[in-house]
């Protein structure tokens, strides 16, 4: 069975930084590109960033660009979202979700079959 | 980036209707489309995808149909379990883009 968890979210003053960690199970991580998509409380699903299955390309929203950082470890079936300069529109939970596939770029971009349970990033004062 | 565009944005119906449910993108995306649904506290789960295929595991009720710019997510004979929020995504384009979701409420 396919499992997606995400840690790390919590509250945080804006302009600090968080990391959030996605631990997956159930399938062979090191051949999936991986992403992270978020979602305000209350409203729809942004897509944040990706990487694909060996780390050679990232990709990631304009309204983090510069501030986010995606990571993967495949030895410790892990995926990471390093979050700097937070903000208070960042405010949201953060999904990790697997690609159907090991690639991901601008020319080749799919949708993502598992999920995780989401982790809350608050960014207030 | 490509806007997707859900409507309605909320729908009420009974146990046993059929509900019908577009999604509009600014441009073509041919049939690179998915479907997902939502309930409360949970992950999104994949229903559909590229418009029409249905994703292992989910009910023959729930079917997908169109292409180009316009789509439908149809439930044919909703069931208790069906009441959530659904999204379209397209991923013709990079970066991938959703609507903005469509609750299905009991009437």
């Known amino acids: 069975e396919v499992q997606l968890v995400e840690s790390g979210g919590d509250l945080v003053q804006p302009g600090r930084s968080l990391r959030l960690s996605c631990a997956a199970s159930g399938f062979s991580f090191h051949d999936y590109a991986m992403h992270w998509v978020r979602q305000a409380p209350g409203r729809g699903l942004e897509w944040v960033s990706g990487?694909?299955?060996?780390?050679?390309?990232?990709d990631y929203a304009d309204s983090v660009k510069g501030r986010f950082t995606i990571s993967r470890d495949n030895a410790k079936n892990s995926l990471y979202l390093q979050m700097n300069s937070l903000r208070a529109d960042d405010t949201a939970f953060y999904y990790c979700?697997?690609?159907?596939?090991?690639?991901?770029?601008?020319?080749?971009?799919?949708?993502?079959?598992?999920w995780g349970q989401g982790a809350l990033v608050t960014v207030s004062s | 980036d490509i806007q997707m565009t859900q409507s309605p944005s909320t729908l009420s119906a009974s146990v046993g209707d059929g509900v019908f449910i577009t999604c509009r993108a600014s441009q073509s995306i041919s049939n690179w489309l998915a479907w997902y649904q939502q309930k409360p506290g949970k992950a999104p789960k994949l229903l559909i995808y590229q418009a029409s295929s249905l994703e292992s595991g989910v009910p023959s009720r729930f079917s997908g149909s169109g292409s180009g710019t316009e789509f439908t997510l149809t439930i044919n004979s909703l069931q208790p379990d069906d009441f959530a929020t659904y999204y379209c995504?397209?991923?013709?384009?990079?970066?991938?883009?959703f609507g903005q979701g469509t609750k299905v409420e009991i009437k």
């Open positions: 990487i694909s299955w060996n780390s050679g390309f990232r």
């Open positions: 979700a697997k690609d159907i596939e090991g690639v991901t770029s601008p020319q080749h971009i799919n949708y993502f079959d598992y």
């Open positions: 995504q397209q991923y013709n384009s990079s970066p991938c883009t």
